[in-house]
């Protein structure tokens, strides 16, 4: 599912899928039954940064009230962003970038690199119900995503500095998890873990 200029759905429309996005399903509830229907999807959803779309722009000048900007942030609750696993600033990219050759890594080699990663994944929960490192409950987070002394310090210092949740907390150790899958890499380590925290980027901005 993608949700383009997501502040501009109604609120209460917003609120409806926080259920879908932690418990992969829908309940509907009537006054004689209830109905639970299997709904799990990746959702990718996009905003500006302010209502101008020029906050923190190094080109062009904010227009916006902090007001404004409150406002419009305001219209994605806090219980709903807790569900977004990666919150990612994607700055204004520059013409040379555009019309150049940056030399990146090719999509061809990115792919086989998310495959391989995949197939660990999957060899990993291979008598279990689930297929990915995104639909792992507590007991299989606390199995599969032990960190060392450095890495835990560093989460513990995020946590309490940025004020997170439980469930960031929880998705953060997956996010570090498929990190060290994409990278081969059998254990977790503290740069897994920081590029994780790195991906909370709205969890920052709410502070």
Do not use: W
């Not at 062009?60 to 219209?75: G, N």
């Not at 279990?128 to 007991?139: L, T, V, W």
């Amino acid at each position: 599912m993608i949700l383009d200029e997501l502040p501009e759905f109604k609120k209460n429309v917003l609120e409806v899928l926080r259920q879908p996005l932690e418990d992969g399903r829908v309940t509907i509830a009537r006054a004689i039954t209830s109905l639970t229907y299997p709904a799990r999807f990746m959702l990718v959803a996009a905003m500006n940064p302010c209502p101008c779309g020029f906050l923190s722009d190094p080109q062009r000048e904010c227009q916006c009230t902090f007001p404004q900007i409150q406002r419009y942030k305001s219209k994605i609750s806090g219980p709903l962003l807790d569900r977004i696993d990666l919150q990612v600033e994607v700055p204004a990219v520059k013409f040379k970038d555009l019309a150049g050759h940056s030399g990146e890594e090719s999509s061809e080699t990115v792919r086989e690199r998310v495959k391989a990663a995949r197939e660990r994944q999957k060899e990993r929960f291979q008598s279990k119900s689930i297929f990915c490192n995104a639909q792992m409950g507590p007991r299989l987070i606390k199995k599969h995503c032990v960190l060392d002394s450095e890495s835990h310090d560093l989460l513990e210092k995020a946590m309490d500095y940025l004020g997170l949740s439980a469930r960031a907390y929880h998705r953060i150790l997956k996010i570090s998890r498929t990190i060290a899958d994409l990278e081969n890499s059998l254990d977790i380590r503290p740069h897994h873990v920081s590029e994780a925290i790195q991906y909370r980027n709205l969890d920052r901005r709410i502070l």
